[in-house]
């Protein structure tokens, strides 16, 4: 098993980022576990033949920039065994790209989430990631916007955000 600091940005796109067209993406399917809860905080991943659980969890009550990530890998037979527990899935493109001179993840969610885009940031200090300032990619800062995290997001359509959306002037991007 293996525990990490995340120290992470989180940004709502205001366009599909030039920088991805070129770019193969990664297929990842995200299943949140247990779905009875809104915003479950276990998640399974398949990320192209790797396989694992995740356990994330905020340093600070309140604060998502900073998170305590456990993650432990599975083989493919135990992630299809524990995806049984769950419908609660979030399917997207991943884009690993330079975006501002930082490496950037653009996640292209697909399926019931079509047309929302969120580029996240990864910092090795709490120095690094408050002087970063917001590329013109993006549209606003989302970071501490529950709505936007995997597990609240997981069994949700992209009309179930709509409204919350709307709050920050997005534009569904296809």
Known sequence: MSQELELELTYLA?????????????????LYIPDTVEHAHLRLRQKGDKYEITKKSPVKE?????????????TKEEFEALAT??????VKDRYKVKI???????????????GLILIDFEFTSSAEKAAFKMPTVALADVTQEEFLAGG???????????????????QKLL
């Open 152 to 170: 609240f997001l997981s069994g949700k359509s992209y009309n179930d955000l709509a409204d919350n959306l709307a709050k920050f002037h997005y």
């Open 85 to 90: 527990c769950s419908k609660k899935k979030v």
């Open 100 to 114: 501002s001179n930082r490496l950037a993840e653009v996640d292209v969610f697909q399926e019931n989430l079509t």
């Open 62 to 74: 309140g604060d998502s920039s900073e998170q305590i990530e456990q993650t432990i890998p599975l």
């Open 14 to 30: 205001k366009e599909i980022p030039a920088v991805i067209q070129n770019v193969q993406p990664t297929r990842i399917m995200d």
